[in-house]
C-alpha cells in the first residue's frame, strides 16, 4: 500500500472532502494581511449581488466558497465539513459527491443572489453585503445526513435532538453568531440537500449504473487511482452490481 493511501486510511478522510478542507485552509493560511491586505482581497472575491450585477464582477460566484472571514469562520465551517463530507462521501463515492457539492453551490449561490434582488428595497444591506466561506455547500451536506438518518438521536451538548432537526438548528445558531450573514446561501444548501434525498436531481445526476462504468472505464482510471478515493462500490464486485445512494 503506498504511503498516501496509508494516510488515507488512518485519517479516514475520503478525496474530494479533504481537496476541499486542504484548499481552503490554505487559502486562509495565505498571509493576505502582509501580500494584499486581508480586507481589501476579501472585498474583491466575496458574493456580493451588488458587485455582480452592477460592476459585471461574475468571478465572485466562485471564489467566495473559498476564502472564510477569521479563524472561527473557518473552523465553524471546515470541521462539519470534515466529518459530514467524511460520511456522505464514503456512501455516495467520490464522483456522485462531487457532482452533488456542484448541484448545492449553484442552488446555494443563485438563492443568495436572486432574495438579494428581490429584497432589495426592503433589506438594503442584503444587496451590498459581502458574504463567504463554504457553510453554504456545508449546509447541504447536514441536510442530506440529516434525512438518510432522520430516525436517530443525537447529542447536542446535553440535549437528545432527532437528527432530521440538526440542519436547522444549525440554521438558527449561525444565523445569530454571525449576525445574520448568509441566511438564503444556508437555506440554499438545506434546500438542495433536501431536494437530492428526493430524488429530485436524478434527471442531470448519472445513474449508479451509469457511474460504476465510469469508475471502471479507462477515463477515470487515473482519478480512481487517486489515495483517498472513495468508489461506489468494491472492486471485487462486478461492475453491474452497485450500491445504493445514501
Known sequence: MSTGRKLCAFLRIPLITSCCVAFCTTMFLIDFHQ???????????????????RSGQVYRIFTYTFVHKGPWHLAVTMIPMLFVGSLVEKQVGSILFFLFLIICWVISTTLEVAMATMLYHVFHSLFHGCNMGFSGIAFGLTAVL????KHKQCGLCIFQVPVFLLPWIFFILYFVCFHHGAVFLHLGGIVAGYAYKSDVFNCCLPSPEKLAEWEYSNHFKCLVQLPCFSAQITPSIHAKTVVRRV
Open 35 to 53: 501580500l494584499f491586505g486581508w480586507k481589501h482581497t476579501a472585498k474583491h472575491l466575496c458574493l456580493s449581488s451588488h458587485e455582480i450585477l
Open 146 to 149: 440529516s434525512q438518510a438518518v
